[in-house]
């Protein structure tokens, strides 16, 4: 949900701050490419499961407690960080 959350924010901020921009691109045709992109953001979320079962051996399990919160927030950053560049590069300059 925090995931979800944070790049909502990011794309929303990315609305608010250039509106009269990104006002013509805003209409209902564009509804598929955006629910693909929030898709693809939902799998790369998916992506860190296949971590966490690679390293929840019994023997790494409190090892990886401690530091799970530190690999989300790295994993969000960085999915914040590809959102940042994606809209700013590819997205905004081609709305104006």
Known sequence: MWYNLALAGLCLAWVIRTW???????????????????????????AAYLVEISVNAPTARETWRRW??????????????????WIGDEIYPSVR
């Open 68 to 85: 799970r919160w530190a690999l989300w927030l790295a994993g969000t950053l960085f999915a914040l960080l590809v959102a940042q560049y």
């Open 20 to 46: 009269p921009a990104f006002r013509p691109a805003v209409v209902m045709p564009h509804l598929p490419e955006l629910l693909v992109l929030i898709g693809l953001a939902n799998l790369c979320y998916c």
